[in-house]
DNA sequence: TCTTGAATAGTCAAAATTGACTAAGCGAGA
DNA sequence: TCTCGCTTAGTCAATTTTGACTATTCAAGA
């Protein structure tokens, strides 16, 4: 889920071939997915099956097959709603599981900010619910007290987001602000 | 690794059957890893084929097959191996990389502490790496000031468990501490 | 001109993982 | 005693993921 929405978000901003998907996920983004080559072009497939993405075979001087992908208008489609779910949501150290924050330049600030408060309440409910969880017995005692310490530091870190998004003027679109 | 450091560390405070193993990890440390029933099976066996746990099927009642495991020498072995392994490296933000953490215990004091150092190390490596990693042009501020959030509140929260394990007087095995 | 290595673009068999399914024993209440 | 639901214990076909492999083009140096 968040790898498609990493694929459909990097064919957004312009038709891409294979390698270069692959390779700008390698370069700038394997910090936080774990997207191997092989799986992207499965995922492509996938993709290309139920309509969210085009490819045609360009040939490039006498070049063989090099695949050009693009996002369809149903995919922006799917793009929008993954986004969506995916901000709304809180899933614990999950690599690839912070995807949407790179898109959510996506959305309107105001539905952003939504998400993301809701973002925040998830997490929060998650926090809760596991410090009022029973002592575990003896052991563990690490573990636990390295997922209390995690996930303080995402709900800190997201409200600071979220109050310096509220914070900065929205900025308009082709056009300054209005004194 | 992770998911095998993990039953070879469960087997070790005692033998279980599967059901067992699973309602446990389940009940415990769902928080912490997704290891699934049919995959642990699946590990289970290829545990036996290593030699690292036994298997004998024992017929309490007339209940049919009740599969009990329990590690073998081998396996505690493997265990320590993949313990000193897991706790000396640094995986970030992957569901079930911190595992070790739980076993921690199992080292003599001054091991653990070797190898909490070496994952800080690794750690630290890691935020340098990456906070002098050229600025990824405008997108993904967001993703990047996240991961450097998280690398950070790592990274302090490790520093103070290292502390603290070295403050506190080494718990002798059996006697009390000499005044 | 020949060679070598990097960039480009995938393919595929094998391995890992999962979700959905089966099935038996057992205790308690109707 | 019947049956209903919980506990116990897995199995397996289908899906997903991976690592290793193949190939072509092009530029630059020998």
């Given at each position: 889920m968040e790898r498609e929405l990493l694929l459909l978000g990097l064919l957004r901003q312009g038709a891409m071939h294979g390698y270069q998907l692959n390779d700008f996920i390698e370069r700038n983004l394997a910090f936080c997915t774990d997207l191997k080559k092989s799986t992207a072009y499965v995922l492509l497939d996938k993709l290309q099956a139920r309509g969210w993405v085009?490819?045609?075979?360009?040939?490039?001087?006498?070049?063989?097959?090099k695949r050009v992908y693009s996002?369809?208008?149903?995919?922006e489609d799917a793009f929008q709603r993954l986004l969506r779910e995916n901000l709304g949501e809180f899933v614990a150290a999950k690599t690839g599981s912070d995807i949407g924050l790179a898109f959510?330049?996506?959305l309107p600030k105001r539905e952003a900010l939504r998400l993301l408060n809701r973002r925040r309440a998830a997490l929060a409910e998650q926090l809760t619910e596991f410090e009022s969880a029973p002592q575990h017995q003896g052991s563990y005692q690490l573990l636990i007290d390295h997922q209390l310490n995690y996930l303080r530091c995402e709900l800190e870190w997201l409200s600071q987001v979220i109050a310096r998004m509220q914070s900065r003027r929205v900025p308009l679109r082709r056009g300054s602000a209005r004194a």
């Open positions: 085009t490819m045609q075979e360009a040939r490039a001087g006498n070049r063989p097959h996002l369809t208008a149903a995919g959510i330049d996506a």
